[in-house]
């Protein structure tokens, strides 16, 4: 079992108007992309778990030619309205970090 952290090249949010967050997931080696895409774990249902969303409310696109996946999705608060606490939405993809694939890297 390994983390996103540690195999993905990139995982990074951003502002997708006010009122929605895109996600990336991004990797720069197409056998790894591969391994982690057959394992299945990267989905809507898992998006919408982690941030606790209806899953019909998020547009999922899995992007092979690019090793990427991404989500867009709503955001909890609007961008810069009271109570945001990241503008930009820069600071959203935490919670992508630890999820764990279920295949084994090499030391």
């Known amino acids: 079992m390994v983390k996103l952290k540690d195999i993905a090249k990139a995982c990074k ?3 997708a108007g006010p009122f929605h967050i895109t996600l990336d997931i991004m990797f ?3 056998a790894l992309f591969e391994r982690v895409r057959e394992t299945g774990v990267i ?7 982690l941030y606790n969303v209806a899953p019909a409310s998020i547009q999922f696109t899995e992007y092979p030619p690019a090793l990427a996946w991404k989500a867009t999705l709503p955001r909890r608060i609007p961008s810069g309205a009271i109570g945001d606490t ?5 600071q959203q993809h935490a919670p992508l970090l ?3 694939i279920p295949i ?3 030391r």
Do not use: C
Not at 43 to 49: E, V, Y
Not at 86 to 90: K, N, P, Q, R, T
């Open 13 to 15: 949010s951003k502002n």
């Open 28 to 30: 720069d080696n197409a």
């Open 43 to 49: 989905t809507p249902a898992l998006i919408a778990r």
């Open 86 to 90: 990241d503008v930009y939405g820069a």
């Open 98 to 100: 630890d999820i764990e």
């Open 104 to 106: 084994d890297m090499p």
